[in-house]
Structures are given as C-alpha cells and as structure tokens.
C-alpha cells in the first residue's frame, strides 16, 4: 500500500524514477496539498492525494472489497514493526495491496474488512456515519441486568487519558453459565475508541476472556471460517456506503 514518492511517480508514467526524484527535488510534487521535496517520502496508494502540475495523479486500480474473519493472534496492520504476523498475510490469492478499514486488537478475532478504496475506507470508518459493529464477549463472573443497563446507557472509560462516556449501546445477554463462572454478552456499538469493548466490561468490574466482531453492519462472518475470507457483494458495499 506505502510506496516511495519516486516509485510511484514513475509508475504512473511522469517520468523515469531518477527524473521523478529530480521532481520531487524540485518541489514540482504535492502530497495531501502540501509541497515534498524529501525523497524518501512514502504515499499510501489510493489513499494520499498526490499532483503534479495541478493534476491530481490516482492509479487506475480495480476496486477491493474484502470481509475478512481473523483469527487471534494477527495484528491488523499492513507490516508489522515487529514482524508478528499481520492480517494481510492471510489475503492469500490476492495481488492487490489493501488496507485495513478500522482495526481489531491482536487477541480479539472476527469481521474485518479491507479494501483498496480511500472513500470507502472513510465513510465506513467516519463516526459520523454511526455503522453498528457487533461483538460477541465472553468475560469471567455473572453480568447481572444491572450491568446491562450501565453498559446500554453508557460507561466512563479512558481514552487518551482523558475520561470518555461512550454513547448509548445494544447489550444483552446471551449466555450465563454458572458452573464456568463465565457470562456470554453481546455489544453493539457504533463508536470506535480504542480497545472500546474490553474498557467497557472493565468498566462494569468484568474481565474479558475472549472478544470477537461478528457483524459490521449487517455483514456477518458467520458462514467464514476464522482466517478465511471472501470478496463483499455489491449490494453489502452500498449498505455500508449509502448516505
Ligand atoms: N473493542 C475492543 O476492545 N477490541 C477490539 O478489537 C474492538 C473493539
């Protein structure tokens, strides 16, 4: 997805990659409207608006859309600073570089989409635009109603040390086991701080033992194997795009 300045520039036929470094050096090359003179500067493609002489340049890149079911233990990055394994190495059979849209911790598991195209990628991850994510939480001890309607009406967690209450929720029950001494609870939310759901039980006193997404929308992963993934359809791109 990241590729150098000059590359890209050459790929997209400006000019040979020495003379695109000369461009760039020149300071004839914008990135996101502002002027780069540094030649190792990396654009994210599809993503970063790049222009030369007043023309924004985009490669003509066919359009992805893909559901992914990740297991745990993946991180959801494009590489990895520590080369732990990344969801992108599970895109097998897929030759066009992709982006994760939104993230999921590492030990949580489920739907995960990825995609090639920067307006899809807002709109879907623009809280503005309020998509239900589904999680299925498994946490230690017995969720009371009580709990619920904290979690419906929303719970104080931390969010860049500063205290956030996050807005109004689904929750319901789906499973006390009493002899495990687990509850199973679902969590809708359509907000995404970070690692939001595992600060929610904590907020009601709950520890969390496993955390999958199983919808976005109403795009279900219930029929993907974990680590496994299929191409969106049509009418699943406009249920997540429609104004
Ligand atoms: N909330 C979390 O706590 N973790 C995730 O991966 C997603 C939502």
Redesign the pocket.
């Known amino acids: 997805m990241e590729e150098r300045l000059q590359k890209f520039l050459a790929e997209m036929g400006i000019a040979s990659r020495r003379k695109s470094e000369e461009l760039i050096r020149l300071g004839k090359i914008k990135v996101n409207g502002k002027v780069v003179t540094e030649l190792g500067t990396k654009v994210r493609v599809g993503l970063d608006k790049i222009e030369y002489n007043g023309k924004i340049l985009e490669k003509k890149e066919e359009k992805v859309y893909i559901l992914l079911n990740k297991p745990i233990g993946y991180v959801t990055t494009v590489k990895d600073q520590f080369n732990r394994n990344t969801v992108i190495d599970l895109l097998k059979g897929i030759n066009v570089r992709l982006v994760p849209v939104g993230?999921?911790?590492m030990y949580?598991s489920g739907a995960l989409l990825l995609s090639n195209d920067g307006d899809f990628i807002n709109k879907v991850t623009h809280p503005k635009n309020e998509i239900e994510k589904t999680?299925n939480a498994t946490v230690v001890g017995k969720v009371t109603e009580q709990d619920i309607e904290m979690l419906k009406n929303g719970v104080e967690i931390c969010e860049n040390d500063k205290i956030y209450k996050t807005k109004k929720a689904k929750v319901k029950i789906l499973k006390i086991d009493n002899e495990k001494n687990l509850s199973r609870i679902q969590i809708v939310i359509h907000e995404?701080k970070n690692?939001?759901?595992?600060?929610m039980c904590e907020a009601i006193n709950k520890k969390v033992l496993a955390?999958h997404?199983s919808k976005i929308g109403e795009i279900d992963v219930k029929d993907l194997q974990l680590g496994k993934w299929r191409y969106l359809t049509k009418n699943e791109i406009l249920s997540l795009t429609k104004e």
């Open positions: 993230r999921l911790d949580t999680y995404g690692r939001q759901v595992r600060k955390l997404r």
